[in-house]
């Protein structure tokens, strides 16, 4: 099991780039077959899968924000980042990076406790 | 709009059946991609209770179970417990977003 952890700026204003980090522990994400996903829920509403990195740095965006969106691998070898630019209200929400597990096909295995973004 | 069609709430006595649907299309779920469920009890942090259809990871009760035909999918929860009472979500692949798609959750009562 791998443990992950959001962390980032709780609030920001319109028009800005927000930028959040994944911290997991377990195997070097470099080294093994690991696949790390964003996906966001706002208050009261569903979940909403945003982009994925693998350890080979093959990266996928939802098609509906793929123009804002940025994902890398972090400076540290267990790290993620997503940025995504020109924040707008209804971009609020709570946004989990999770651990995707190929088994058939991909699913979210292990979530990290999330993290309350709010534009203002 | 989610990709995935589920009812928004569904409600059950203790002890008894219930079943969550999860209509999807040609694209996801008709498309031989799996489904997978999560359980997400008020502010908490989703959690994986079906992968592949209908295999559970370990520590899941096994009152709970899913199934797939065609382009839906459902979960089934027996014996029904206070403490299920939380959202439930299916997740699929959709090839013609070429991305991962959430249902809109479905709100579990127990009465």
């Known amino acids: 099991q791998v443990t992950l952890r959001e962390s980032g700026p709780g609030l920001v204003k319109p028009t800005q780039t927000l930028t959040l980090t994944c911290t997991f522990t377990?195997?070097?994400?470099?080294?093994?077959?690991?696949?790390v996903a964003w996906i966001r829920q706002p208050p009261g509403k569903a979940l909403e899968w945003l982009a994925r990195?693998?350890?080979?740095?093959?990266?996928y965006f939802s098609k509906s924000l793929k123009a804002r969106l940025t994902i890398s691998r972090g400076t540290s070898k267990n790290q993620v980042a997503l940025s995504l630019a020109d924040m707008q209200p209804a971009d609020t929400a709570t946004y989990f990076c999770?651990?995707?597990?190929?088994?058939?096909?991909?699913?979210?295995?292990?979530w990290g406790q999330g993290i309350f973004v709010s534009v203002s | 709009q989610s990709v995935l069609t589920q009812p928004p709430s569904v409600s059950g006595a203790p002890g008894q059946r219930i079943t969550i649907s999860c209509t999807g299309t040609?694209?996801?779920?008709?498309?031989?991609?799996?489904v997978h469920w999560y359980q997400q009890f008020p502010g908490a942090v989703p959690k994986l209770l079906i992968f592949?259809?209908?295999r559970r990871p370990s520590g899941v009760p096994d009152r709970f179970s899913g199934s797939k035909s065609d382009t839906s999918a459902s979960l089934a929860i027996t014996g029904l417990q206070p403490e299920d009472e939380a959202d439930y979500y299916c997740?699929?692949?959709?090839?013609?977003?070429?991305?991962?798609?959430f249902g809109g959750g479905t709100k579990l009562t127990v009465l």
């Open positions: 990195i693998d350890s080979d740095d093959d990266k």
């Open positions: 999770a651990r995707m597990v190929k088994d058939g096909t991909y699913y979210f295995g292990d």
């Open positions: 592949n259809n209908h």
């Open positions: 997740q699929s692949y959709d090839k013609g977003l070429s991305g991962w798609v």
């Open positions: 377990g195997p070097s994400f470099y080294t093994t077959g690991m696949s």
């Open positions: 040609s694209s996801n779920i008709g498309a031989d991609f799996d």
